[in-house]
């Protein structure tokens, strides 16, 4: 009976033994387990620290060299041409100097003017750098076309928020004979005192040929002077658009 209790004893004791040692291959299971994840933490830490170190360096970033406006048309040459009037031809001879001087020297533009055909041919060429040079050029003859003075137009070569809006008396109210050669005397005024009170409240700058009339300046200031003059041309009097006028400085005197 002694015998039999020993014996379950010592069964009971081996189990308990058997259960507390590990299988050999689980334990090879794990250790290649460990040193698999132990060689990812290792790769990851270098990666992040590649990582680190290409953050603080400083990288190169490639430089081009600015295509001219001939390279960037495909090595072809652009053309203007801008009609002159009859009775612009004149001071178009007096100040060709003036005009030409702007164009060449900072548009790097080739000019000349066609005396078959009464135009000014403008054409890019290779020392032209910037695209849009041919169109503030175009821009810049035209407004001198329309009436402008050089000290005026040349405005648009070096700003880019100048703009030319023209529109006739007749698109405001239809008059006919004296009625609309007063309307056009009433934007003008006595030695164009008008015209220039409109001009200097508003910063712009207005040119009256025939019925048709010619606004330069940025967007809300041309906005200002049209319709000052519309109320002229409407019939408004002359001391209340001065008084609106006066008070149009008075606030962009503040603005600015």
Same mark, same amino acid.
């Given at each position: 009976?002694?015998?039999?209790?020993?014996?379950?004893?010592?069964?009971?004791?081996?189990?308990?033994?058997?259960?507390?040692?590990?299988?050999?291959?689980?334990?090879?299971?794990?250790?290649?387990?460990?040193?698999?994840?132990?060689?990812?933490?290792?790769?990851?830490?270098?990666?992040?620290?590649?990582?680190?170190?290409?953050?603080?360096?400083?990288?190169?970033?490639?430089?081009?060299?600015?295509?001219?406006?001939?390279?960037?048309?495909?090595?072809? =040459?652009?053309?203007? @041409? *801008?009609?002159?009037?009859?009775? +612009?031809?004149?001071? /178009?001879?007096?100040?060709?100097?003036?005009? #030409?001087?702007?164009?060449?020297?900072?548009?790097?533009?080739?000019?000349?003017?066609?005396?078959?055909?009464?135009?000014?041919?403008?054409?890019?060429?290779?020392?032209?750098?910037?695209?849009?040079?041919?169109?503030?050029?175009?821009?810049?003859?035209?407004?001198?076309?329309?009436?402008?003075?050089?000290?005026?137009?040349?405005?648009?070569?070096?700003?880019?928020?100048?703009?030319?809006?023209?529109?006739?008396?007749?698109?405001?109210?239809?008059?006919?004979?004296?009625?609309?050669?007063?309307?056009?005397?009433?934007?003008?005024?006595?030695?164009?005192?008008?015209?220039?009170?409109?001009?200097? =409240?508003?910063?712009? @700058? *207005?040119?009256?040929?025939?019925? +048709?009339?010619?606004? /330069?300046?940025?967007?809300?200031?041309?906005? #200002?002077?049209?319709?000052?003059?519309?109320?002229?041309?409407?019939?408004?009097?002359?001391?209340?658009?001065?008084?609106?006028?006066?008070?149009?400085?008075?606030?962009?005197?503040?603005?600015?």
């Amino acid at each position: 009976m002694l015998a039999d209790t020993q014996r379950t004893e010592t069964m009971e004791v081996d189990r308990e033994f058997s259960h507390d040692v590990a299988d050999p291959s689980t334990l090879t299971s794990r250790i290649i387990q460990s040193e698999s994840i132990q060689r990812e933490d290792q790769d990851n830490d270098s990666d992040d620290e590649m990582e680190h170190e290409t953050n603080n360096e400083p990288i190169d970033q490639p430089t081009f060299q600015k295509l001219t406006s001939q390279a960037a048309r495909g090595g072809k =040459a652009e053309y203007r @041409r *801008i009609r002159c009037p009859a009775h +612009r031809y004149t001071p /178009l001879r007096e100040n060709w100097e003036q005009l #030409l001087t702007p164009l060449v020297e900072y548009l790097k533009l080739q000019v000349r003017f066609n005396t078959r055909t009464r135009s000014v041919e403008m054409k890019t060429s290779k020392h032209t750098l910037d695209a849009s040079s041919l169109q503030k050029g175009a821009d810049f003859i035209s407004a001198f076309m329309l009436g402008f003075e050089p000290q005026d137009a040349v405005a648009l070569l070096r700003l880019d928020d100048l703009f030319i809006e023209s529109f006739k008396v007749t698109d405001v109210k239809i008059l006919r004979g004296d009625h609309l050669s007063r309307a056009i005397g009433r934007v003008a005024g006595q030695d164009g005192k008008t015209r220039f009170a409109i001009e200097n =409240a508003t910063r712009t @700058r *207005i040119v009256i040929a025939d019925s +048709r009339i010619h606004l /330069l300046g940025s967007y809300g200031n041309i906005r #200002l002077a049209r319709n000052a003059i519309c109320d002229l041309i409407l019939g408004a009097p002359p001391g209340k658009v001065y008084n609106n006028m006066r008070n149009v400085a008075k606030r962009m005197n503040e603005r600015y």
